[in-house]
């Protein structure tokens, strides 16, 4: 079996060279997958991972913008259209200086997984741009998003493709590039997810992939007859899906200890309450300011410059910020302080060494594609409410969103079942390939 998943590993690898966020991807499914088709003569000899592996189209260009000083710019945009199977193309757009084919296209082959096991009818994808919006004034960033919506407008639509926000795209973005393809459509349509409430947004939308991963942590303590009630968090990221993380693990009882970016982490032995994320929400999204003044305000918190906070004991942990930011050495860290759950907010944040480590000590491990699927579960949800020209409330939106995660765990469950113990890694991959490659099989070979 080893030599069967390597031999497929290197002939993904002969057409993807430089390319290492990507093949992290594919590895970590193939090894979970390749054995479960062998096992199931329906998709041996089909090469379904294969083509999966492969996206159906891949887009590149050119955006010109004109900064404040009259200089102009210029950036790289993609839009990975990865497969389309089960619905259009589902999956956010990412702007930040890191931005690249491999970054891309491991985002939107984990997309595929994750759009299917939502149970929702959508495809996956991403896009992005190499522009990072820190720093820019109002001005320049909608200069960029209606540059980049020039070109990318004529590749996405409502039944085709439907982008969303992803890190450094938020409401503001999304409403300059909504105005942008309405402008060059000359149509109100629901081709962008992440819209304001007044303009097409679904309530639960920017709180949606923060509260998800902690319905998704709910429902893996209950196989243990826990809950987050009066448990110690540890959380990374201090951006909106780790804002929101925080929000439920609160309302949930949870006593939330640490925040961070990309400068550091604060540490709260008293805990952030609802009125310390409260003062977070203003310093990051209005003010633009990093987490280290968090201490200037409660001055008994701590603030750990350059580091990550997987050292802090804790019971759960939430790595909310970014790919591969808990390591080996974290992970083996975290389970030597007791740490028994964690529950992945931002896209592959874990290591494959660190994934191990969770395994070999029978952590309760969610990978981001099961435990982060909120966000786009209640993406598809607008544009459910996008297609019925009507809302739904926050109470039944948050109904829907809970509902799906449980549903996503019981999946996960199913296919990931070893004894007492859930792998849920295995369980994800195999549900998620298993709707998608029934859909495959069933239109030929396109």
């Known amino acids: 079996m080893k030599q069967i998943i390597e031999q497929f590993i290197t002939d993904v690898e002969k057409r993807n060279q430089y390319e290492p966020e990507f093949m992290q991807a594919v590895r970590e499914v193939a090894e979970n ?3 479960y088709i062998v096992q199931h003569d329906i998709y041996h000899g089909k090469n379904i991972l294969m083509r999966m592996a492969e996206p159906e189209r891949v887009v590149s260009f050119r955006v010109p913008w004109i900064d404040d000083t009259g200089e102009i710019r210029v950036n790289r945009g993609f839009r990975i259209e990865m497969n389309s199977a089960i619905g259009p193309y589902k999956g956010g757009l990412r702007f930040h200086e890191s931005v690249n084919l491999s970054i891309l296209k491991f985002l939107a082959f984990e997309q595929v997984f994750k759009n299917a096991l939502t149970t929702l009818p959508m495809g996956g994808g991403k896009g992005g741009a190499d522009f ?32 969303a926000g992803d890190i450094g795209v938020g409401g503001r973005e999304i409403g300059y590039m909504f105005g942008q393809y309405k402008r060059l459509k000359n149509e109100f349509t ?3 997810t992440g819209k304001g409430i007044s303009w097409g947004g679904s309530m639960i939308r920017p709180e949606a992939t923060g509260y998800g991963a902690v319905y998704f ?8 007859s826990d809950g987050l009630q009066g448990k110690s968090v540890v959380i990374s990221g201090s951006g909106n899906v780790a804002q929101y993380a925080a929000e439920k693990c609160i309302l949930l009882g949870a006593k939330v200890l640490t925040l961070s970016d990309s400068s550091g982490y604060v540490m ?19 003010k633009r300011e990093r987490i280290s003044k968090y201490v200037d305000a409660y001055p008994r918190a701590s603030f750990h410059a350059g580091e990550r906070p997987w050292g802090v004991p804790c019971d759960v942990a ?22 028994f759950c964690v529950s992945e907010g931002a896209n592959m944040p874990s290591t494959p060494q660190a994934i191990k480590v969770f395994h070999a000590n029978k952590i309760l491990y969610a ?21 019925l020209r009507y809302n739904w409330t926050r109470e039944e939106v948050d109904e829907r969103l809970q509902a799906i995660m449980f549903d996503i765990h019981k999946s ?13 890694e295995k369980g994800a991959n195999i549900a998620g390939f298993v709707k998608v490659a029934d859909a495959m099989l069933a239109q030929g070979v396109v």
Do not use: W
């Open 412 to 424: 996960c469950v199913a296919y990931g079942q070893n004894g007492d113990h859930v792998n849920y």
């Open 217 to 224: 942590a709910e429902n893996m303590l209950s196989t243990k």
């Open 268 to 286: 709260d032995p008293d805990g952030i309450d609802a009125d310390k994320l409260a003062f977070v929400m203003d310093l990051k999204n209005n």
């Open 190 to 192: 629901g081709v962008l």
């Open 33 to 35: 997958v390749i054995p």
């Open 318 to 339: 939430f790595p909310c910020a970014t790919q591969n930011e808990l390591d080996e050495n974290d992970a083996k860290q975290l389970a030597a302080n007791g740490c």
């Open 367 to 387: 990978p981001g594609k099961a435990s982060n699927a909120g966000g786009v579960a209640v993406s598809g949800l607008e544009m459910a409410q996008n297609s």
């Open 132 to 163: 990072d919006p820190k720093g820019k004034s109002d001005g320049e960033v909608m200069r960029f998003c209606q540059s980049f919506m020039t070109e990318l407008f004529r590749h996405i639509g409502p039944n085709r493709d439907i982008p």
